[in-house]
């Protein structure tokens, strides 16, 4: 369309993906635009691909990174599908993982990648209109963004809520963003919270029903994603079904390291 001028009038039908099914894996060498260490233990990795080679992902999914003496890993895109040249992921330090230090010790600006994917069920029920409630532990706040992002430039819904859960305010190493959100839109609120992840079994129901007074309708008019370790998660969905959430509502994302 961009380097043709139509005679007549035409129809154009353009094919749109709408669940993960749909998207094809793909394989791709993107470059290192930037590392941004935060907090001393959370690496930004921003990755820009060919021009001509972008990868097609839904909101919330996730690749594997590797190549080039690089071990492999599995991390969720941090970023929205509209951009899809540029690539954003949100690397927790461990200690003993090689991935984790190479991204913080090794790898530099203008360093290949190799790209495989997508993949992950974890996405954005487009056909709903109910309002989102999203609830991120730690770096799970990578592909909680992704779809927050991609909810915002479909305007499938009108009222947006974030809970970002860490151990210590300095560890929501994007806050202002939050905040940001929190200011500019009228029906987006931002609920940050301090909680300690080895309390989790003790806590957690406290936590979120104090968390979800800010919500105006029955929880059963909202659809829920979260996104944390497998104990944080599980102790959730338990919790949201008990206070009568249907499980069709809620989508999880248990791959975040504890």
Wanted: hydrophobic content about 40%; some cysteine; overall charge negative.
């Amino acid at each position: 369309m961009c380097c043709n001028a139509a005679v007549t009038d035409v129809v154009l039908e353009a094919p749109e993906a709408l669940s993960a099914s749909e998207i094809p894996q793909q394989q791709l060498t993107a470059k290192v635009k930037n590392i941004t260490i935060v907090n001393d233990d959370v690496a930004l990795l921003h990755l820009k691909t060919p021009r001509t080679n972008r990868l097609r992902f839904l909101a919330g999914q996730h690749v594997q990174l590797g190549g080039n003496n690089m071990p492999a890993a599995n991390v969720s895109v941090g970023s929205c599908p509209c951009d899809d040249m540029n690539l954003h992921f949100h690397i927790p330090l461990i200690t003993g993982d090689e991935f984790s230090d190479h991204i913080f010790n090794q790898l530099k600006k203008g360093d290949g990648v190799d790209v495989y994917g997508p993949n992950g069920n974890f996405v954005l029920n487009e056909s709903s209109s109910r309002p989102l409630v999203f609830i991120a532990w730690h770096t799970g706040f990578g592909p909680i963004r992704s779809l927050i992002e991609h909810a915002m430039a479909l305007e499938v819904t009108e009222t947006m809520h974030l809970i970002w859960m860490t151990e210590d305010k300095k560890d929501r190493y994007l806050d202002n963003l939050c905040r940001s959100w929190n200011d500019a839109l009228d029906d987006f609120t931002y609920v940050p919270v301090d909680f300690k992840i080895n309390d989790v079994k003790t806590t957690i129901y406290s936590i979120i029903i104090n968390a979800l007074r800010c919500l105006s309708n029955n929880i059963d008019d909202y659809d829920f994603y979260i996104s944390g370790n497998q104990s944080l998660a599980d102790s959730c969905y338990s919790t949201l079904l008990e206070i009568g959430l249907p499980a069709t509502q809620l989508t999880l994302d248990s791959s975040v390291p504890d």
